[in-house]
């Protein structure tokens, strides 16, 4: 005979009361959820059918983003190096197909927002820093050695907006020309105040190769299966912007040659390189090749300068490319051909055919820096303002439908020529306020450079004063400084550089060689 203890009895109840339990709440989580994401689905398709369901389904994709920057700022960093390194400024159209990237520009039904989406991505990022800052009790935000040059061109900025306002400027004109000083300065301090390891600076630089990887898959794409190889009628394959990202990683090979060999990131450009010229060629953007040539002497004469035992070897790589490239350029300027095609672009920005295209660009912008200097002229000092159609004494020809040219720009408003545009609305003192910013960067560049230990770090603030050289020169020629990626770009250079002293160590990884 069985005999049960009343205290087993009383636990089994008690275990078939809480399986009870806890079978109700598994119930009612059940019927939660399922209430939960039956009214989602309906929440969402109603909203698909009103705004689009592209929109709503990138709802998760940007909650997931916001949680990741909230939890890791550094991974806002990145991401705004991979928007300005890869993604297009406008809807990337390939086969009849447009891919929308509503990043640099709204959706249409929220086209007219005071910003754009990477603008709001920035100033959330800085948000989410600060918070990070104020839980550490590290301060708030730091400006470092070019907060002050920064402010006083930005200063300057809010005058000629103010000034542009007061003469009745045009107010969706003026916010269009100040956003890319804006995300300048946003990016610049972004750079400044997240990175605080040496290894990121590494990381950031496998995004500009494996980003440039990925942007001359798409440019051979294009040329193989868009054009077919028949490109003697195409004016470029890429935005124009994507050039100057070719040829500064064209520079980072050259200074991996010759100053520092970090040998992952050295091998792995090289694997790109030969497809990544083939593409720039295709892209035709005859600045960028003078311009890089003015990037790449600045950088190796300060290899030169910092390297005094290689300065034999480094003058007779410098006479051999002279001669080279001289060569190069007196043979094959006059050739037909896709290999001609540098040459050509070279000797066309001084010297263009009469019966080219080229021809009638140069002419373009030299009527139009004539009637820049005119406009000049009518308020030196103090300069147009922001939001007027600069005067045109030689009246410029329409390059396309609505006043916009072929990169949707006001080009009554956004010249080609943004140093000259710089001076026509700022006048002298933003002029020269410009300059100090430029001239700031690059004087404290130099000097971080001479004190900097560590190789690395080293060969990236050479490539970093030879890539500002490349963006002002481009920028005398078309719109680099108006450009939203170019100037993100910059601006996160800006940052880096300045941020290199305090990441210095003598320590070598070994890997390195």
């Given at each position: 005979m069985e005999i049960r203890s009343p205290l087993a009895s009383k636990g089994r109840d008690t275990a078939s009361l809480l399986l009870s339990d806890r079978k109700r709440s598994d119930l009612f989580l059940f019927?939660?959820?399922?209430s939960g994401m039956l009214c989602l689905v309906f929440l969402l398709v109603a909203g698909g059918i009103s705004i689009g369901f592209g929109l709503i389904l990138a709802i998760p994709v940007i909650l997931l983003i916001v949680a990741l920057i909230v939890r890791w700022p550094m991974f806002g960093f990145y991401l705004i190096a991979v928007s300005a390194l890869a993604i297009d400024s406008d809807p990337v159209v390939v086969k009849s197909i447009t891919i929308n990237f509503y990043l640099y520009y709204w959706p249409t039904g929220l086209t007219g927002f005071i910003d754009r989406p990477i603008g709001l991505l920035m100033l959330f990022i800085l948000l989410v820093s600060i918070c990070h800052n104020l839980l550490k009790r590290q301060g708030v935000l730091h400006g470092g050695k070019l907060l002050l040059p920064f402010l006083f061109f930005m200063l300057c900025v809010a005058y000629g907006v103010a000034y542009g306002l007061a003469t009745h400027g045009d107010f969706k004109i003026i916010v269009l020309e100040i956003r890319p000083f804006e995300y300048l300065f946003l990016s610049y301090l972004l750079a400044y105040n997240l990175i605080r390891h040496r290894d990121q600076i590494r990381h950031f630089f496998w995004l500009v190769i494996v980003c440039a990887g990925v942007r001359t898959l798409y440019g051979l794409f294009i040329v193989v299966f868009v054009f077919h190889g028949h490109l003697a009628a195409q004016?470029?394959?890429?935005p124009h912007e994507e050039s100057f990202f070719f040829v500064a990683l064209i520079l980072l090979v050259i200074l991996f040659s010759l100053h520092y060999r970090y040998r992952p990131q050295f091998y792995a450009a090289l694997c790109i390189l030969p497809f990544l010229l083939v593409v720039l060629v295709a892209n035709n953007r005859r600045a960028d090749y003078l311009a890089f040539?003015?990037?790449?002497a600045v950088a190796l004469f300060l290899v030169f300068v910092v390297k005094p035992h290689t300065r034999k070897r480094l003058i007779a790589i410098l006479v051999v490319c002279a001669i080279l490239g001289g060569g190069y350029v007196a043979l094959f300027s006059n050739m037909s051909g896709a290999f001609?095609?540098?040459a050509r672009g070279i000797v066309s920005i001084f010297k263009p055919d009469p019966s080219s295209s080229d021809y009638l660009s140069n002419l373009y912008r030299t009527n139009e820096i004539i009637d820049l200097k005119y406009t000049v002229m009518q308020s030196p000092l103090i300069g147009y303002g922001f939001g007027k159609q600069f005067l045109q004494p030689i009246p410029l020809g329409d390059l396309g439908a609505g006043n916009v040219d072929l990169n949707g720009n006001p080009f009554q408003y956004i010249p080609h020529n943004n140093i000259y545009w710089i001076w026509m609305r700022l006048g002298a003192i933003g002029y020269f306020a410009f300059w100090f910013l430029i001239g700031a960067v690059i004087v404290r560049g130099c000097q971080i450079m001479r004190r900097l230990k560590d190789p690395y770090l080293q060969l990236v603030s050479i490539y970093i004063i030879g890539v500002i050289f490349i963006e002002i020169m481009v920028a005398y020629a078309d719109?680099?400084?108006?450009?939203?990626?170019n100037v993100i770009y910059?601006?996160?250079l800006f940052g880096i550089l300045m941020k290199?002293?305090?990441?210095?160590?003598?320590e070598?990884?070994?890997t390195d060689g």
């Amino acid at each position: 005979m069985e005999i049960r203890s009343p205290l087993a009895s009383k636990g089994r109840d008690t275990a078939s009361l809480l399986l009870s339990d806890r079978k109700r709440s598994d119930l009612f989580l059940f019927l939660s959820l399922f209430s939960g994401m039956l009214c989602l689905v309906f929440l969402l398709v109603a909203g698909g059918i009103s705004i689009g369901f592209g929109l709503i389904l990138a709802i998760p994709v940007i909650l997931l983003i916001v949680a990741l920057i909230v939890r890791w700022p550094m991974f806002g960093f990145y991401l705004i190096a991979v928007s300005a390194l890869a993604i297009d400024s406008d809807p990337v159209v390939v086969k009849s197909i447009t891919i929308n990237f509503y990043l640099y520009y709204w959706p249409t039904g929220l086209t007219g927002f005071i910003d754009r989406p990477i603008g709001l991505l920035m100033l959330f990022i800085l948000l989410v820093s600060i918070c990070h800052n104020l839980l550490k009790r590290q301060g708030v935000l730091h400006g470092g050695k070019l907060l002050l040059p920064f402010l006083f061109f930005m200063l300057c900025v809010a005058y000629g907006v103010a000034y542009g306002l007061a003469t009745h400027g045009d107010f969706k004109i003026i916010v269009l020309e100040i956003r890319p000083f804006e995300y300048l300065f946003l990016s610049y301090l972004l750079a400044y105040n997240l990175i605080r390891h040496r290894d990121q600076i590494r990381h950031f630089f496998w995004l500009v190769i494996v980003c440039a990887g990925v942007r001359t898959l798409y440019g051979l794409f294009i040329v193989v299966f868009v054009f077919h190889g028949h490109l003697a009628a195409q004016h470029g394959i890429l935005p124009h912007e994507e050039s100057f990202f070719f040829v500064a990683l064209i520079l980072l090979v050259i200074l991996f040659s010759l100053h520092y060999r970090y040998r992952p990131q050295f091998y792995a450009a090289l694997c790109i390189l030969p497809f990544l010229l083939v593409v720039l060629v295709a892209n035709n953007r005859r600045a960028d090749y003078l311009a890089f040539l003015v990037g790449a002497a600045v950088a190796l004469f300060l290899v030169f300068v910092v390297k005094p035992h290689t300065r034999k070897r480094l003058i007779a790589i410098l006479v051999v490319c002279a001669i080279l490239g001289g060569g190069y350029v007196a043979l094959f300027s006059n050739m037909s051909g896709a290999f001609a095609e540098p040459a050509r672009g070279i000797v066309s920005i001084f010297k263009p055919d009469p019966s080219s295209s080229d021809y009638l660009s140069n002419l373009y912008r030299t009527n139009e820096i004539i009637d820049l200097k005119y406009t000049v002229m009518q308020s030196p000092l103090i300069g147009y303002g922001f939001g007027k159609q600069f005067l045109q004494p030689i009246p410029l020809g329409d390059l396309g439908a609505g006043n916009v040219d072929l990169n949707g720009n006001p080009f009554q408003y956004i010249p080609h020529n943004n140093i000259y545009w710089i001076w026509m609305r700022l006048g002298a003192i933003g002029y020269f306020a410009f300059w100090f910013l430029i001239g700031a960067v690059i004087v404290r560049g130099c000097q971080i450079m001479r004190r900097l230990k560590d190789p690395y770090l080293q060969l990236v603030s050479i490539y970093i004063i030879g890539v500002i050289f490349i963006e002002i020169m481009v920028a005398y020629a078309d719109y680099q400084l108006y450009i939203f990626r170019n100037v993100i770009y910059v601006g996160l250079l800006f940052g880096i550089l300045m941020k290199l002293p305090a990441l210095d160590t003598k320590e070598v990884n070994p890997t390195d060689g």
